[in-house]
């Protein structure tokens, strides 16, 4: 979990969220001291984490965007190695900042 500035916005992120228990303490998390006006948080990509997050952003008046986690490296033919994996995850988040 981590808060930062970024062009003049506040930014929480949270990177568990597979389950209830995770996501309990991603809100608990986000509804501490200083408001934000991003949040970056996994969820599954439906079930109870997902219900959770709705409601959080309903319950701030916040528009959720939801960005797909690749599967690039899982859906080849040959193991990926490392260098790979980093490059494919520092492009996810490259994205998620271009948002901002």
């Given at each position: 979990m981590a808060v930062f500035a970024?062009?003049?916005k506040t930014i929480k992120i949270?990177?568990?969220g597979d389950n209830s228990e995770e996501m309990k303490r991603n809100l608990q998390f986000l509804n501490e001291e200083n408001e934000c006006d991003i949040v970056y948080s996994a969820t599954r990509s439906y079930g109870a984490t997902t219900d959770a997050l709705f409601s959080f952003?309903?319950?701030h008046c916040a528009v959720l965007i939801w960005v797909a986690k690749?599967?690039?490296a899982h859906n080849t033919t040959i193991k990926?190695?490392?260098?790979q994996?980093?490059?494919m995850n520092n492009l996810e988040v490259q994205f998620?900042?271009?948002l901002v």
């Open positions: 970024l062009n003049d949270t990177s568990w952003a309903e319950a690749s599967y690039y990926p190695i490392t260098v994996y980093n490059t998620m900042f271009n």
